[in-house]
């Protein structure tokens, strides 16, 4: 084999388990955050959306402990850092620390702010 279809070949095969370590096949990073205050026992999952850059949260008992805004965008502002908005992108909701979406992985870890409810939380993608 020559020198470029072993380059290529080679660039094919790490681009594949690069991705295959990368998001979930579906696109989204799933995660679940836990108020750092950890006599406060709610939950929050908040899922993002990376082809469209999108985000949505769910709590259990359709609860609005953590943020009141259900979905919105979501803008990488620096390296590892993430700010959720509202839909119409008017408004801050909350951020994500220590994450890069695009390269997200189970059993990263991270912590969070709702600007809504003023909660700080840990989080860990699922």
Not at 48 to 70: M, Y
Request: proline share 2%.
């Amino acid at each position: 084999m020559n020198r470029a279809k072993r380059c290529f070949l080679l660039s094919a095969i790490g681009a594949f388990f690069a991705l295959s370590v990368l998001a979930d096949s579906t696109g989204t990073v799933s995660m679940v955050g836990k108020n750092v205050d950890t006599s406060d026992s709610y939950t929050v999952g908040i899922t993002l959306v990376i082809a469209d850059k999108t985000w949505s949260k769910a709590e259990p008992g359709d609860r609005s402990h953590f943020f009141t805004t259900k979905r919105g965008i979501y803008v990488e502002i620096a390296p590892n850092v993430v700010v959720l908005r509202n839909a119409d992108n008017t408004k801050r909701v909350g951020e994500l620390d220590a994450i890069i979406p695009s390269q997200a992985k189970k059993g990263d870890k991270g912590q969070g702010k709702s600007d809504e409810s003023g909660i700080a939380f840990t989080w860990e993608v699922q």
